[in-house]
């Protein structure tokens, strides 16, 4: 059996659905009996508790030959690294006291800097508990690009202000990619189990992609090829996201982030190649962003 945190998520969702297509017994993590429903009826066993939950964290990992994990917030998380430690400490208890003996964590490009890169501090932080694990567990730390799905983020804004803005550099390439492409590599890697130890594998999408040239991806794709994208400053962008209603904390990481990747202090380590380029292009998620805008009330 394996294990999938966040199963109602886009990563998790896709993850359980193609073990269930291969024939592997799957147990699906998550909040909501409801929207674990689907899974259920496709032959999953469902586990309903919080991922800050060690003791339920631990019998829903027990008996698992395999757990894929993340740690999840919410825009209003009132502090960020806070909430993000408690889950973190929580996933290593339960592998721990499980004897669960292979972990895929889905991580961040940008995850071997310490300090100063918004959310993906917490991902540094886990990354190191991850490694305290003992020297015969199997730790895959996938580090994901930027997820072409957070720009759905955007679709208010350029029906609001007939532009994109953010706090990223507008021509600095940004690796991007489809959120499925990262659910098909965890897939593969728990299907497979081709690593042993601890291993770090980037997954970086088709090419990549300035913000200035989404944004004129995603206008072209609603008709639009001259929508425009305005950089921010971070200060700008913090206070943009706590009047959008996210907490201060999340606001300040997202500010940090932006001036991250602008510097170059959070870009992917591994040069391109078959292994960490995925299939789906930009433009194929813009369509899909496109209905999205046109759906808009």
């Known amino acids: ?50 991922s800050h939950d060690a003791a339920f964290l631990t019998e829903a990992f027990r008996g698992s030959e395999a757990v894929y994990t993340l740690l999840a917030y919410g825009p209003d998380t009132e502090d960020y690294r806070e909430q993000q430690a408690a889950q973190g400490e929580a996933i290593l208890t339960a592998i721990r006291d499980s004897g669960v003996r292979r972990v895929v964590f889905l991580s961040s490009v940008g995850a071997e800097v310490p300090s100063g890169t918004g959310p993906i501090i917490s991902m540094h932080d886990h990354e190191q508990r991850l490694r305290q694990l003992p020297p015969e567990m199997d730790v895959l730390m996938l580090r994901s690009g930027a997820l072409f799905e957070n720009l759905y983020g955007a679709l208010e804004i350029v029906r609001a202000y007939d532009c994109y803005s953010d706090a990223v550099a507008p021509d600095v390439p940004v690796p991007m990619v489809a959120t499925r492409d990262v659910a098909d590599a965890a897939s593969r890697a728990l299907l497979e189990h081709d690593w042993q130890g601890v291993v770090i594998r980037e997954v970086l999408g088709q090419r ?65 190649s078959p292994a960490n380029t995925t299939a789906t292009p930009f433009e194929d998620f813009a369509q899909d962003w496109a209905k999205a805008y046109r759906a808009l009330p």
């Open 1 to 50: 059996m394996i294990t999938v945190m966040g199963a109602t998520g886009r990563t998790g969702s896709r993850i359980c659905q193609t073990l269930l297509e291969a024939g592997v017994a799957v147990c699906a993590l998550g909040r909501n009996a409801e929207r674990l429903a689907s899974l259920a009826a496709a032959g999953a066993r469902i586990a309903v508790g919080e």
């Open 208 to 272: 990549d992609i300035s913000y200035a040239q989404a944004t004129r991806l995603l206008g072209a794709a609603i008709g639009r090829p001259d929508l425009p994208y305005v950089p921010v400053s971070p200060q700008e962008l913090e206070g943009a996201l706590r009047d959008a209603g996210c907490s201060a904390s999340v606001a300040a990481c997202y500010a940090e982030l932006g001036e991250a990747i602008s510097s170059g202090r959070v870009r992917a380590q591994e040069a391109r």
